[in-house]
C-alpha cells in the first residue's frame, strides 16, 4: 500500500452521514452488473474530477451532507497530498460489492502514476429515490 497516511479523510464525514439519510437510503443494487452500472459513472466522475482539479465534477454525485463536509477548499488541500504521494489514477480494476446497512460499497484496484503499489478504492453509495450518490471514498 501507498501507506498508513493514504487514506481519505472522507471516513469520519461518511460516519456522520451514516445518520443523515439512513430512512431515505436503500442499496444500489443486488448483483455486480447493477452495481456496477449504477456506481461506474459516479466513479468517472469522481476520478477524473480529482485528476484534473475540477472540484465541480468530483463533488457532483456527493449527497448533500458530503458536499457540506468537503467544500472545495478542503478538497484542494486533500489531493495537493495525495498527489504528491499517488499521483493520478491510471486505471482500475472492479472487485466486488458489499450491501451493508442501507448502503452499497464497492471495492476496485487502482493504479496510479505516483506509486507501484496497488491503491484500494473503496466507494460507498445508496440509493436516494431514483438517484444514486457518494457518500464516502477511500484510498487506501
Same mark, same amino acid.
Given at each position: 500500500?501507498?501507506?498508513?497516511?493514504?487514506?481519505?479523510w472522507?471516513?469520519?464525514?461518511?460516519?456522520l452521514?451514516?445518520?443523515?439519510?439512513?430512512?431515505?437510503?436503500? @442499496?444500489?443494487?443486488?448483483?455486480d452488473?447493477?452495481?456496477?452500472?449504477?456506481?461506474e459513472?459516479?466513479?468517472d466522475?469522481l476520478l477524473? *474530477?480529482?485528476?484534473t482539479g475540477?472540484y465541480?465534477?468530483?463533488s457532483?454525485d456527493?449527497d448533500?451532507?458530503?458536499?457540506?463536509?468537503?467544500p472545495?477548499?478542503?478538497?484542494?488541500?486533500?489531493?495537493k497530498?495525495?498527489l504528491?504521494?499517488? *499521483?493520478?489514477?491510471?486505471?482500475r480494476?472492479?472487485?466486488?460489492?458489499l450491501?451493508?446497512?442501507?448502503?452499497?460499497?464497492?471495492?476496485?484496484?487502482?493504479?496510479f502514476?505516483?506509486?507501484?503499489?496497488d491503491?484500494l478504492?473503496?466507494?460507498?453509495?445508496?440509493?436516494r429515490?431514483?438517484?444514486?450518490?457518494?457518500?464516502?471514498?477511500? @484510498?487506501?
Open positions: 500500500m501507498a501507506g498508513k497516511g493514504v487514506r481519505w472522507v471516513l469520519a464525514l461518511w460516519c452521514s451514516l445518520g443523515a439519510g439512513v430512512a431515505q437510503a436503500g @442499496f444500489v443494487g443486488q448483483s452488473r447493477e452495481v456496477q452500472a449504477a456506481v459513472p459516479l466513479l466522475n477524473a *474530477g480529482y485528476n475540477d465541480h465534477l468530483y457532483r456527493f448533500e451532507t458530503l458536499k457540506e463536509a468537503i472545495e477548499g478542503k478538497f484542494r488541500e486533500t489531493r497530498g495525495l504528491k504521494k499517488l *499521483g493520478t489514477c491510471q486505471s480494476q472492479y472487485l466486488g460489492f450491501n451493508q446497512n442501507h448502503y452499497t460499497v464497492v471495492l476496485w484496484k487502482g493504479r502514476s505516483g506509486t507501484p503499489d491503491v478504492l473503496r466507494l460507498v453509495a445508496s440509493r429515490g431514483e438517484r444514486v450518490v457518494v457518500t464516502g471514498l477511500w @484510498f487506501q
